[in-house]
């Protein structure tokens, strides 16, 4: 009997080395990449190398990644570019585009639409983009075109015929104007005072509603060291956006180690030159002054909601005035072509490009110093970054950047 009990007794022994032997080889199978941290004998707890919680794998955060995403691609998709894997990895996360915009469109303005419908004819109504140069007023203007129509002007405007007997432009039927009758990129004190060569016969200046178009300064301030247009100042591509004299400015155009900022002329005609302190200057009091406009209807918009937002912000606008939505049975969509036209547009943004670039952070501050943020900081307009939800990068930028 005892013979038999220790019989028994060492084949259950073996069975359980046999068992743990079994065991301990599965777990180091699945411990693969794995870090034992185990405590004594009775615990056993397994951590990747990378960081990743047990359960989880790379398939699942790459999918979490690309979700994040999803907005992006939707955007990209709609606009008729077909979704690589190159594509979507260059494309920036929603929550780093919220992080820069916010969730939300912003538009100044609105509370003025009611007003605008009640004492502008409506047959005689129009819609015009204005804004700084680089500002995406030819996208807006050509996305108003396509989805938005003031009814009442579009019945009026067809039985009209030109004095040469051909029929009126489309733009002239739909009240979709190219700009404003007294330039796009003219200061808004210009309105009745001044009539553009372009898009301002037979125009009612009164009966404009301007949708002026604002940008994030710091990346504004980087689309002019790309294509300054009528602004003239002296600068380096080692150092633009440039607000404080460096090493590389001073000696030039007059620049010394005592100036304080770096000026900037704007030709907006070519007889009517005006002069700022800098770029940041130009941006501050363009648009302050169509901030301060209490005396008639106008709407001010960012240029990243054009990308980020389109379908909400063309619908506003065009409500506003009094217009009907169309041709948008499928959505309000752009298309991934640069919107811009003509030979002093040459290599603008395509849709891609401007989602990828003003999407992020990488592009923002371009070759700004330290000095350059610091001042940036201190004297954009203060309700303007407020109201339209442009944060302050942190001054720590430096010179190579």
């Not at 013979?3 to 693969?32: C, K, P, Q, W």
């Not at 009240?175 to 037979?202: C, D, F």
């Not at 002296?234 to 030039?252: A, Y």
Request: overall charge neutral; glycine content about 6%.
């Amino acid at each position: 009997m005892d013979r038999l009990l220790f019989n028994v007794f060492l084949a259950i022994v073996i069975l359980s080395g046999l068992m743990n032997i079994a065991l301990y080889t599965l777990l180091d199978n699945e411990a693969t990449n794995f870090h034992d941290i185990g405590v004594g004998k009775q615990l056993r707890v397994f951590v990747r190398e990378d960081n990743m919680q047990p359960n989880s794998n790379p398939k699942s955060n790459s999918n979490a990644k690309s979700n994040d995403k999803e907005p992006i691609m939707n955007i990209i998709s709609a606009s008729g570019t077909a979704l690589t894997p190159e594509i979507i990895d260059q494309l920036p996360s929603w929550s780093e585009v919220t992080s820069l915009y916010g969730s939300t469109p912003q538009i100044v303005g609105l509370d003025q639409c009611t007003n605008f419908q009640l004492h502008i004819p409506k047959d005689d109504a129009y819609i015009a983009p204005s804004g700084l140069f680089n500002t995406g007023t030819n996208l807006l203007s050509e996305t108003m075109q396509k989805y938005c129509s003031l009814p009442s002007r579009s019945q009026s405007k067809k039985r009209l015929a030109h004095p040469n007997g051909e029929p009126p432009l489309l733009r002239q039927i739909s009240g979709m104007l190219w700009q404003v009758p007294w330039g796009k990129h003219n200061p808004i004190s210009w309105r009745k005072y001044h009539n553009a060569v372009v898009g301002s016969t037979n125009v009612e200046q009164t009966h404009v509603l301007p949708v002026a178009i604002i940008k994030d300064p710091f990346h504004w301030m980087g689309s002019m060291c790309r294509h300054s247009y009528a602004a003239n100042w002296g600068h380096d591509p080692l150092h633009c956006p440039n607000l404080v004299p460096s090493e590389v400015d001073i000696g030039k155009r007059g620049i010394t180690v005592s100036s304080k900022s770096i000026p900037v002329t704007v030709a907006f005609q070519q007889d009517k030159k005006t002069q700022y302190d800098s770029l940041l200057d130009l941006w501050n009091k363009w648009y302050g002054e169509y901030l301060e406009i209490k005396e008639f209807p106008r709407l001010i918009i960012r240029f990243e909601d054009l990308l980020f937002h389109l379908e909400e912000t063309v619908t506003e606008i065009c409500h506003c005035a009094g217009g009907t939505v169309i041709n948008a049975e499928n959505g309000i969509h752009l298309k991934n072509e640069a919107v811009k036209k003509g030979k002093a547009h040459g290599g603008s943004n395509g849709l891609l490009s401007a989602i990828s670039r003003y999407g992020s952070k990488q592009h923002r501050l371009g070759t700004m110093t330290t000095n350059d943020i610091q001042h940036a900081n201190e004297n954009a307009n203060s309700e303007l970054m407020k109201l339209f939800h442009y944060n302050y990068p942190e001054s720590t930028a430096d010179s190579n950047r």
